[in-house]
């Protein structure tokens, strides 16, 4: 017989996860559908999520203050979340964001001053030949360069552990979390079937799908967004009189000046990951993004080490980034981001029941 529940959320990524928490504690009925991380990358046959991972920015400066005020309220919340939950995921490290030429053009710093201002973010401006090299002397950064030095609650969530935190507390509300893949959605005037990749099926009277990257294949008709493919770089911190000498490393977020390959990147804080190593973690904005179009190509890319250009240019950054760094090794793992026409999270009906 078919369970039905008021709403079945597809996808128990970042954004799902939490929306099964806010569903439940408002009193729904709730299916949590979506697969658990793959043990092996490069054999897995399945969908993706990029959220597998141990460490992720969260801070309120921003260009935008949609997303500097979506950053405060997150940042506001997490305590409560680790409570009930019983696991912790944000560290507060505080977030550097830096510019080498804030007169540049395009260039977004008094622009994200003006948003965490507006936000009342904790923060000061710093100058690279001043208090900026004292606060970070193991850094490097062009002399001229500005940056915004935000303190309070700014620095990393870890991905993995806030979304098990997410889905720990709705199903102490009454969840109910269904490991599989959906292949399928039918909808008719009550509700919506959806049937899993291994026939199961499950009715409810509404659908959110939170599948990232793979949410068009769910519709009845795709939206408009770009899936761009990018890479992060891992690097094995020596020993732990390294570690110690990096503690201190924030969050950062840096606009590169006429860099060939990259127009900004962004790193974390050492931090430990699943094999018990230390590694600090740098990612980028290419100038030419690597634009992936069907499901194949994102299982293709998973299966893959990332982008050689993209690789090799992290690389160099990170190297002249931070001052000293001899890594014990170096590790690249492939990431899709999606990207909406304009630049939010799609929120709305798209079709009856969904």
Known sequence: MTKSYDVAVIGNGMIGAA???????????????????????????????????????????????????????????????????GIQFHGTA??????????????????????????????????????LNEIFPFLNFPMGSTALWERGGAGYVNPRQLVQAQLTVAQQQGATLIRAVVSNIATDRDGAII?????????????????????????????????????????????EAEAARLRATPSIIYRLQNHPVLASIYSLPPLTYPDGRVYLKIGGTLHTPNLLTSADA?????????????????????????????????????????????????????????
């Open 19 to 85: 929306a099964s928490r806010y569903l439940t504690q408002a009193g729904r009925t709730v299916a949590a559908i979506g697969p658990a991380e793959p043990t092996d990358w490069r054999t897995h046959d399945g969908v993706f999520a990029s959220h597998y991972d141990q460490g992720r920015i969260t801070r309120i400066i921003d260009p935008d203050a949609v997303w500097g005020l979506l950053g405060k309220r997150a940042i506001a919340a997490y305590p409560a979340l680790e409570e009930a939950s």
């Open 94 to 131: 505080g977030c550097l964001r830096v510019s080498p030429d804030t007169g540049a053009t395009g260039d977004t710093l008094h622009q994200a001053e003006a948003v965490g201002r507006q936000h009342d973010a904790v923060y000061t401006v710093e100058q690279s030949d001043e208090g």
């Open 195 to 239: 049937t899993t990749a291994t026939g199961e099926t499950i009715h409810a009277a509404e659908v959110l799908i939170s599948a990232g990257a793979y949410s068009s294949w769910l519709l009845p008709r795709p939206l408009i967004y770009q899936r761009k493919a990018v890479t992060v770089l891992l690097a094995e911190l020596l020993d």
């Open 298 to 354: 994102i299982r293709q890319w998973f299966h893959g080490d990332g982008n050689d250009l993209e690789i090799a240019a992290l690389q160099e950054v990170l190297l002249a980034l931070v001052a000293d760094l001899h890594p014990r090794s170096l590790q690249s793992r492939p990431c899709v981001v999606t990207y909406t026409s304009h630049g939010y999270p799609y929120i709305g009906q798209v079709a009856d029941h969904l």
